[in-house]
């Protein structure tokens, strides 16, 4: 005697955490899994291999990185795609909605950041630097200013152009640049843009004139901080 088939009912895209018709939570449903959004953050300069990705991720193992991306697949966030130069490889990029969220990753920084309990001492990925870049530019401060810059964080590499008060960065380096600045690590930078540090003490490589530099470094700055938790008691 044959047993029926069981029907397998597909896991709902919109739903199945709340089961609320709100945006903010069908968004949730689609980032708020644990790795999520940092993902999107080192995708959102350029696609990356997944071994560039657990590189910039230390955190996340291999079976959970496999799992996040095959969930922003289904859901339209990212593709795979294959790249050609310099050696054939598969690589994920996000798709154009996907590089519509954008906004979202720098709100929740500068509203973070804001916190007493912020620490940016802890470690930072270059994407992530890149990304607070984006999100702390004094767009008022920037107004007239048009620059180019290289920025080379260890072996990876961005070109970045800031005109009409808007920064641009994606990966690679540019053909020509009016500033460059290298580290080893973003933390060093880090130290340079937001802490005040000299580049020598920083460990950072600045190339450029100075007057244009120090003009630039000064775009960037962290929001001021909020009362501390329970009225600093």
């Given at each position: 005697m044959k047993l029926p088939k069981e029907t397998v009912q597909p896991e709902p895209a919109h739903g199945r955490w709340y089961d609320d018709a709100c945006g903010s939570a069908f968004g949730m449903e689609l980032l708020g899994e644990r790795w999520s959004l940092l993902i999107l953050r080192e995708l959102m300069f350029g696609p990356r291999r997944f071994t560039d990705l657990r590189a910039d991720l230390p955190g996340i193992s291999a079976k959970v990185l496999t799992e996040r991306l095959a969930g922003m697949e289904r859901s339209g966030i990212l593709c795979r795609a294959t790249l050609s130069d310099p050696a054939p490889a598969q690589v994920y990029r996000l798709t154009a909605w996907g590089q519509s969220a954008e906004p979202i990753l720098q709100e929740i920084g500068r509203w973070a950041a804001a916190s007493p309990l912020h620490d940016p001492t802890l470690p930072l990925s270059a994407a992530s630097f890149m990304m607070s870049l984006r999100t702390m530019l004094d767009r008022q401060a920037a107004a007239g200013l048009s620059v180019t810059a290289a920025v080379t964080v260890g072996?990876?590499?961005?070109?970045?152009?800031?005109?009409?008060?808007?920064?641009?960065?994606?990966?690679?380096?540019?053909?020509?640049?009016?500033?460059?600045?290298?580290?080893?690590?973003?933390?060093?930078?880090?130290?340079?843009?937001?802490?005040?540090?000299?580049?020598?003490?920083?460990?950072?490589?600045?190339?450029?004139?100075?007057?244009?530099?120090?003009?630039?470094?000064?775009?960037?700055?962290?929001?001021?901080?909020?009362?501390?938790?329970?009225?600093?008691?």
């Open positions: 072996d990876a590499h961005f070109s970045l152009r800031l005109a009409q008060s808007r920064l641009e960065v994606v990966r690679g380096r540019p053909d020509a640049a009016d500033l460059a600045f290298e580290a080893e690590t973003a933390p060093r930078l880090a130290a340079l843009f937001y802490g005040n540090v000299a580049p020598e003490v920083a460990g950072v490589t600045c190339r450029g004139a100075p007057e244009t530099l120090r003009r630039f470094i000064d775009l960037f700055n962290l929001p001021e901080k909020t009362a501390a938790p329970n009225g600093g008691r």
